[in-house]
């Protein structure tokens, strides 16, 4: 026979499936209920992934795929091609004043890119989601201490924050300026997930869940985070696209991975001198970046109206 103490609490989400009954679940519903501006961000950022993929594929099992060769390689003096071609069968997007391909190059900086985003999410989303909803939670001292500290790293400039973090390490991998950003990146997510907590914290699946003696880390496990999550998750996409104009900034004044690596930032620094001989090279990496950080917050916004329409009918 069960008790009352054996009932799980039902999450707010299952508890908008079973009012509105109809609505459609799984992904192929969720597709179709996507604007046609919402599918055509995923794609690219699709693609974009899957660019970043290919070139740690290269890296990593130090392979070819079609069409990538090095993008360090130097076609004039190795192979006698002229510098700053248009595109070709061989040079899909060109070469750049020093003969590089600049498709590679350009699927290389997506792979830092891409890395740095993802770390920084990773970080913010599990250190900092856990942090915020925790001290969103509990409360009491122990909350001002922790969102006092916030509040004093979120009140530094972040480009000159990450400009003395950088110039501290002595080599600029690829691994440290993941790390730092990432690290950088816990603070904001951290306000965003006890904002959350403390609207969740309130509700009465929660305060019910605590009336009938569970504990404090199972209430917050199963009732708070996966609550936070949603929010989290619509922040997360906005803040990578931050994260990569962040990444290119740092890149264009020299401080990104060391060269001869590509990243975005880094092309269009080089590019920017021979504007008037080939501006392409200038204009594929920012048009990349451009329209990246603009699906990432298409995508964003339309993940926060979604969040907010389902907080909604549950008030």
């Known amino acids: 026979m069960s008790t009352v103490a054996d009932t799980d609490i039902e999450s707010p989400l299952i508890v908008e499936e079973i009012l509105e009954g109809d609505t459609p679940t799984g992904f192929r519903p969720f597709v179709r209920s996507m604007p046609w501006t919402i599918r055509i961000a995923?794609?690219?950022?699709?693609?974009?992934?899957?660019?970043?993929?290919?070139?740690?594929?290269?890296?990593?099992?130090?392979?070819?795929?079609?069409?990538?060769?090095?993008?360090?390689?130097?076609?004039?003096?190795?192979?006698?091609?002229?510098?700053?071609?248009?595109?070709?069968?061989?040079?899909?997007?060109?070469?750049?004043?020093?003969?590089?391909?600049?498709?590679?190059?350009?699927?290389?900086?997506?792979?830092?890119?891409?890395?740095?985003?993802?770390?920084?999410?990773?970080?913010?989303?599990?250190?900092?989601?856990?942090?915020?909803?925790?001290?969103?939670?509990?409360?009491?001292?122990?909350?001002?201490?922790?969102?006092?500290?916030?509040?004093?790293?979120?009140?530094?400039?972040?480009?000159?924050?990450l400009l003395v973090m950088v110039s501290i390490f002595e080599t600029r991998s690829l691994m440290v300026i993941s790390a730092v950003i990432g690290v950088l990146s816990i603070a904001p997510y951290t306000r965003v997930a006890r904002a959350n907590a403390l609207s969740a914290a309130n509700r009465e699946y929660v305060m019910a869940a605590r009336a009938i003696g569970a504990k404090p880390m199972r209430v917050l496990f199963r009732e708070i985070i996966p609550n936070v999550v949603p929010a989290l998750t619509a922040y997360a996409f906005v803040a990578a696209a931050v994260i990569m104009v962040v990444e290119g900034s740092l890149a264009f004044l020299g401080l990104s991975v060391q060269p001869p690596d590509p990243t975005w930032g880094s092309m269009i620094f080089e590019a920017r001198g021979d504007m008037r001989q080939n501006i392409w090279p200038l204009i594929y990496p920012s048009a990349v970046m451009v329209f990246t950080v603009l699906a990432l917050n298409v995508v964003g916004d339309w993940l926060f109206a979604r969040n907010a329409a389902r907080a909604a009918a549950l008030d």
């Open 42 to 161: 995923s794609v690219w950022l699709l693609i974009t992934l899957a660019a970043a993929l290919g070139a740690w594929i290269v890296e990593i099992f130090n392979t070819k795929l079609p069409g990538l060769t090095d993008p360090n390689y130097n076609h004039f003096i190795f192979e006698q091609e002229p510098a700053n071609q248009g595109p070709s069968a061989k040079f899909w997007l060109g070469t750049d004043k020093l003969a590089r391909d600049v498709f590679s190059r350009l699927v290389y900086g997506t792979r830092v890119s891409v890395t740095v985003a993802l770390t920084a999410v990773a970080f913010g989303l599990v250190l900092g989601g856990f942090l915020g909803s925790l001290v969103g939670m509990i409360r009491g001292r122990t909350e001002t201490g922790i969102m006092a500290l916030v509040d004093v790293i979120l009140g530094f400039p972040p480009l000159i924050l």
